[in-house]
Structure formats: C-alpha cells, structure tokens
C-alpha cells in the first residue's frame, strides 16, 4: 500500500480550469502506475487518465481526450491532472490511484490499482 494525497478540487463554472495534484512518495515498482478516476454519484469509479511513472507514456478516457492532461514532476513526486474545458458531466470524486505494471503496460482499469488516495471533489456548474 502507498499513502496518496490528493489536492486541488473545487468548484468552478463550465468551461473553466482545474489542476489535481497528487503527492507520490515513492518511485517504486509499486508506483509503476498512477492514475486518476472518478466517481459520480450512482455512478461506477471510472478511469480518466493514467502515466507510466517510469516511461512517461499516458493514456486518456475517450470523454476528456483533448480537455485532459496527465503529467509529472521531474523528480516524479508529484502527478497531476489538468482539467481543460470543463463540463457538468465531469461533477464526481477524483481519486488518485498507484498500481503495478501488468505485462510492463499500464492500464485504465480499476482492478489494476492498489493503493487510492481519498478523493478531491470537483464540481462543474452549467
């Protein structure tokens, strides 16, 4: 298990900004992976994006390709996600997630993740 800290939610009106930040304290086979989902309410927990921590290579949801993006610190200590074009539909719990390479490749499945941060709310009004 790695202890993760999410930051950076809020509230905001459609088509404004926001940065998630995530704290990662180790560099580790463990942290392979880091990933952010979220969770609606009455919604399943749903992958939005994920990088390699080792490679650096991402992947995104098909619902925030172009409006999203994953990145990291140099000293990779810290992931972010930087929420572009915001949309109502975007309303949930973000959640920051660390998991193992599956076959050296990183994925957006839930079930891959072993270690989650506690959530950072965000918002978007129409």
């Known amino acids: 298990q790695v202890r993760l800290v999410e930051s950076g939610g809020g509230s905001v009106p459609a088509g404004q900004s926001l940065t998630l930040s995530c704290a990662v304290p180790?560099?580790?086979?463990?942290?392979?992976?880091m990933g952010w989902f979220r969770q609606a309410p009455g919604r399943e927990r749903e992958g939005v994006a994920r990088?390699?921590?080792?490679?650096?290579?991402?992947s995104y949801a098909d619902s925030v390709k172009g409006r999203f993006t994953i990145s990291q610190d140099n000293a990779r200590t810290t992931v972010q996600l930087q929420m572009n074009s915001l949309k109502p539909d975007d309303t949930a719990m973000y959640y920051c997630?660390?998991?193992?390479?599956?076959?050296?490749?990183?994925?957006?499945?839930?079930?891959?993740?072993?270690?989650w941060g506690q959530g950072t709310q965000v918002t978007v009004s129409s």
């Open positions: 997630a660390a998991g193992r390479a599956q076959s050296g490749t990183c994925s957006l499945q839930e079930s891959d993740y072993h270690s």
């Open positions: 180790e560099y580790t086979s463990s942290t392979a992976c």
């Open positions: 990088i390699s921590h080792f490679l650096g290579t991402k």
